[in-house]
């Protein structure tokens, strides 16, 4: 609430500058979009006023209404007394230059697969023979929803076994026009997708926070789900179930991507004899595989990744 003390506050640029400093005093995380204070308040006073994040320099000298002032402060203290993430306060967050409307019941978008969705997954694909994808955990829906975007010839099997991320899924696909290639779809990870047709791609940011990880998450990442978030002792229990899924479900062309973030070491540990390809971005980011079809099922033969369940 405005007080005596911020009375003076009146412009754009002074309530980037006063969040930007109530965020580093009161030590608030990172991490879901931003990096630092100045881009986080940034974002947060721009999204709040309906201000593209490119906002020419003149305009930070824009005097506020006494409405938007009022928002400004709840907010601001919001981010810093209960600790919500930018993008669930202002109901939207930002992938691969799209905005995707967001709440606590889905994962904030943030992979570096954004990086791989722009190139059509070249060069680990070729973009003009893929036909059928399938994002694993798609949460909001914005690894589908972006990829039917970069690549119109395809269709995406959007899967979640939150009934909510199926909804954000199905509200995001509609405000791009891609709701009739982009189908959500009830599923615990594959086991919904036949056999046939087949896969040509399968892309995954499955849960891969392990039990120590997820003992230690700052208070900004206790507001995401849970579920899309804990992934067992060691951070691999849904991409142990994942690897024989896809085996059975992609074509000979066909590779899986799949993230595990600070997962990687472990993974490796857990499967020294299924030989990964770990990707790499411009942009940052880490934790990133790509196996191919024939690899994956030369790996289940060998008895080298998990067999499949009745359930799978």
Do not use: K
Not at 92 to 110: K, M, N, S, T, Y
Not at 197 to 211: G, T, W
């Amino acid at each position: 609430m405005e007080s005596s003390s911020t009375d003076p506050l009146r412009t754009v640029g002074d309530f980037v500058r006063w969040a930007a400093s109530r965020f580093q005093a009161a030590g608030v995380h990172y991490g879901h979009g931003t990096d630092n204070a100045i881009d986080e308040a940034a974002a947060l006073v721009l999204g709040s006023l309906s201000l593209p994040a490119d906002l020419p320099a003149l305009y930070f000298d824009g005097a506020l209404t006494g409405d938007e002032r009022e928002r400004l402060f709840a907010r601001i203290d919001e981010r810093v007394h209960q600790r919500r993430p930018v993008p669930y306060i202002l109901g939207e967050a930002w992938f691969c230059g799209l905005v995707f409307g967001v709440d606590e019941q889905v994962l904030i978008p943030r992979s570096p697969i954004a990086e791989l969705i722009e190139s059509g997954f070249a060069p680990w694909v070729d973009p003009a023979r893929l036909r059928r994808i399938a994002d694993v955990g798609t949460g909001s829906g914005c690894i589908a929803i972006a990829t039917a975007l970069a690549l119109p010839s395809v269709q995406v099997d959007a899967l979640d076994c939150s009934p909510a991320a199926l909804n954000w899924t199905a509200r995001n696909a509609e405000r791009y026009g891609v709701g009739d290639r982009v189908r959500a779809q009830a599923s615990d990870l594959l086991a919904a997708i036949p056999s046939e047709p087949l896969l040509d791609l399968i892309v995954s940011n499955p849960p891969y926070v392990d039990a120590p990880a997820m003992a230690a998450l700052p208070p900004e990442y206790r507001h995401e789900p849970r579920d899309a978030l804990a992934a067992g002792e060691d951070g691999l229990d849904a991409v142990r179930r994942l690897l024989p899924q896809a085996a059975q479900r992609l074509t000979d062309h066909g590779v899986l991507i799949a993230e595990v973030g600070h997962g990687a070491a472990a993974f490796e540990a857990a499967f020294p004899r299924l030989p990964v390809t770990w990707l790499e971005f411009e942009r940052g980011g880490e934790g990133v595989f790509m196996v191919d079809a024939d690899t994956l099922r030369a790996a289940a033969a060998a008895g080298e990744i998990p067999r499949l369940n009745g359930d799978d």
